[in-house]
């Protein structure tokens, strides 16, 4: 039993002994915890396919599927002049919002409180965002206008609407209207370019384009990695393993044997066998989130030839087959499994994780592979992080002896503009939509559901590999603000507004800090950044 970081009892002679930073493992290999799991309870390992087990190499795929979408768009009558965009994996991040009215992108922590907003590639400051959003809020129930994009698939989606609105924005041709674009006597707004590009993208998927490009260069497309097969035979060993995957069983087929396939060199040693020997039960089509709740009827795949069988399947698991359809459910009753004995591995926060969360109770996983990037950032990035927290305790120190009483007002004005500063120098290090995870102090909208519904993340679920199967992982506490500005032993009557923020308290700088017992990871921590959002150049 340990925590993240503890390699064994070999490791750690004795409770608050030793270096707590000596215990750690490499950050690209740690798995971060946001509700304790003990491994060894856990009977079931659930995986999703794509960006899961199969990991897309960005920013090739994503430039090929951006390339399709603009042959769509203009197949159907956008003009030709779109196609001169290219793919910058520097501009988007998962998690933006769209606002189907205005064409905004924008991006929102989770009360719907505006981070960052971009009409196009340009982004908007101060009273131009006032203008569209006038509490620099929205209100995130409204589905018909707002539209979360939070997949890895989506990042092309997220590209392609700023790149659209670039265009139409810029063109002669077209008078700029608040809700679209006129031309003559037709009006295109936000919102039906909105469909065009969803419509769009169903096709590249639906229509079969994207999966075959992706075949005929798997090298080019598909990231190969001999620990995968090893690992799977590892979890087979200690419990049972299922695939469930939206994909059909032709291209799981293609891409699964593409992943196994080792026989020009094994480094990992290990015996070459069919893919299908690592899985107790393989799922395709299963349309989750619909996976989660209804389902749909079960039926079995003819391997031989990827054709459904006739009729619903209702007998016993059968070794190596592969089934169609079916349900959560049906998962745990086929593998004689329930809900917190699974723990399901998935790239989709809403499709994999929220719903097999809330409505199953399994145990889940989210595969983050930005959070190489992130961790990267964090840990290289520490002279930011410090020199926002010496603007921090600055403030604190102007407002110490401070009373209602006080007539004096601090002028404070020239510190926020260096904390908005510092604040933008540090998203962009990210990209130029910032941080996955944070806009200065502030959470993004897709932190907080990781926080909420993820047990465990990293960026890759390989990193089991480099745990034992006997693991407790603890997660760090969850302070409150009292909690985390108030020390233990005596009463601290020191302003809790403008104490240092709880981790610097806690630890030296960011890049120190990681999901364990008594430790804070990377999205659960803050610092006094003003609450408008960062300038943007």
């Not at 992943?259 to 089509?285: C, H, M």
Request: some cysteine; hydrophobic content about 35%.
């Amino acid at each position: 039993m340990g925590s993240e970081g503890e390699r064994g009892p070999a490791a750690a002679p004795g409770p608050g002994h030793g270096d707590p930073r000596a215990l750690r493992r490499d950050c690209q290999h740690r798995i971060f915890v946001n509700r304790s799991l003990a491994l060894e309870k856990i009977k079931c390992f659930g995986f999703d396919m794509d960006y899961t087990l199969a990991m897309y190499k960005s920013p090739d795929y994503e430039e090929l599927a951006f390339a399709l979408l603009l042959e769509h768009l203009v197949s159907i009558g956008y003009p030709h002049e779109i196609l001169a965009y290219k793919y910058d994996p520097t501009f988007p991040t998962r998690g933006l919002v769209f606002d189907a009215l205005y064409g905004n992108l924008l991006k929102v922590d989770s009360h719907g409180n505006l981070l960052v907003c971009a009409h196009g590639f340009r982004f908007l400051r101060g009273a131009e965002i006032l203008h569209y959003y006038p509490n620099k809020f929205i209100q995130r129930d409204d589905m018909k206008r707002f539209h979360i994009l939070n997949t890895l698939f989506n990042l092309t989606e997220a590209h392609l609407y700023a790149c659209l609105v670039d265009f139409f924005t810029n063109c002669s041709r077209y008078i700029n209207c608040d809700t679209g674009y006129k031309h003559g006597n037709l009006f295109m707004s936000f919102r039906s370019m909105f469909q065009d590009v969803r419509e769009a993208m169903d096709h590249i998927h639906l229509s079969g384009c994207l999966k075959k490009k992706t075949l005929e260069n798997l090298e080019k497309y598909v990231v190969k990695d001999p620990r995968v097969p090893l690992l799977l035979s590892r979890m087979k060993e200690v419990g049972k393993v299922f695939l469930a995957t939206n994909s059909d069983y032709n291209y799981t087929d293609a891409i699964m044997s593409y992943l196994f396939d080792f026989s020009d060199g094994n480094e990992a040693k290990t015996p070459q066998s069919p893919w299908r020997s690592y899985f107790d039960l393989i799922v395709v089509d299963t349309r989750k989130p619909l996976f989660f709740a209804e389902g749909t009827v079960l039926r079995q795949v003819n391997t031989d030839t990827g054709k459904l069988r006739i009729g619903t399947y209702t007998g016993p698991l059968q070794h190596c087959a592969v089934y169609s359809g079916g349900s959560s459910d049906v998962v745990c009753d086929l593998l004689g499994v329930k809900g917190k004995d699974i723990l399901y591995m998935g790239d989709h926060i809403f499709g994999d994780i929220l719903k097999s969360k809330k409505r199953q109770g399994w145990r889940t996983f989210l595969v983050v592979p930005e959070l190489a990037r992130e961790l990267q950032v964090w840990t290289e990035k520490s002279e930011l992080f410090e020199e926002l927290r010496s603007l921090d305790l600055f403030l604190a120190e102007l407002y110490q002896h401070l009373d209602s009483g006080s007539s004096e007002r601090p002028d404070i004005s020239s510190i926020k503009r260096r904390i908005q500063k510092v604040t933008h120098e540090m998203d962009m290090c990210y990209g130029k939509m910032g941080s996955l995870f944070r806009c200065g102090s502030r959470q993004t909208l897709f932190a907080n559901q990781l926080m909420r519904y993820a047990d465990l993340y990293a960026a890759s679920f390989i990193n089991f590999l480099y745990y034992p199967f006997s693991y407790l992982f603890r997660a760090p506490p969850v302070l409150m603000a009292h909690e985390s500005t108030v020390e233990h032993g005596r009463l601290d009557t020191g302003e809790a507004g403008t104490a240092p923020a709880p981790w610097l308290a806690w630890h030296g700088h960011p890049g120190q800090q990681v999901g364990s017992r008594g430790q804070k990871h990377p999205v659960a921590v803050g610092m006094g950044a003003p609450a408008s959002a960062p300038q943007r150049r």
